[in-house]
């Protein structure tokens, strides 16, 4: 197969895509602060910066400065593990656990509408095209 042609058109529609409304609200949703929140809720509050900072794919200095701010808003702390004094643990204060909820249906609607958009075939195709782009690691 020759991949050129197929390459220069899917980075076409890549640039058409990024113009798409639904596209752009979740990108903000898994990107930044949002998706840090999303990280320690999945993590039901235990996870260290480095863990945070490994999974986003970030640096650990970008994941301090989200942490700093998230923790500024009230929706997280940090807290020294009880099991290892060394270990910097990030929680989710009762404000946070509401505001990642929120973000996660917010998310859920979003992807509704675009997976509804393409229909079953196509939406369980890009679920799992998209699964195993992420599998790269």
């Known amino acids: 197969m020759e991949y050129k042609e197929l390459a220069e058109e899917l980075l076409g529609n890549m640039i058409l895509a990024n113009k798409s409304k639904l596209l752009l ?3 903000k949703i898994t990107h930044g602060e949002m998706f840090a929140l999303q990280i320690i809720d999945i993590h ?3 996870i260290t910066p480095g863990d945070i900072s490994r999974i986003a794919g970030t640096t650990p200095a970008r994941i301090a400065a989200e942490l700093k701010s998230l923790e500024n808003k009230g929706l997280i702390t940090r ?5 290892n004094r060394r270990k910097i643990m990030v929680k989710l204060t009762p404000k946070g656990k509401m505001s990642a909820d929120e973000i996660r249906h917010e998310a859920t609607q979003i992807a509704v509408e675009m997976l509804s958009r393409l229909g079953e075939c196509d939406a369980r195709e890009y679920v799992r095209i998209i699964g195993k782009l992420g599998g790269e690691g």
């Not at 807290?79 to 099991?83: L, Q």
């Open 25 to 27: 609200k979740l990108s």
């Open 79 to 83: 807290e020294i593990d009880s099991n």
């Open 44 to 46: 039901n509050s235990n």
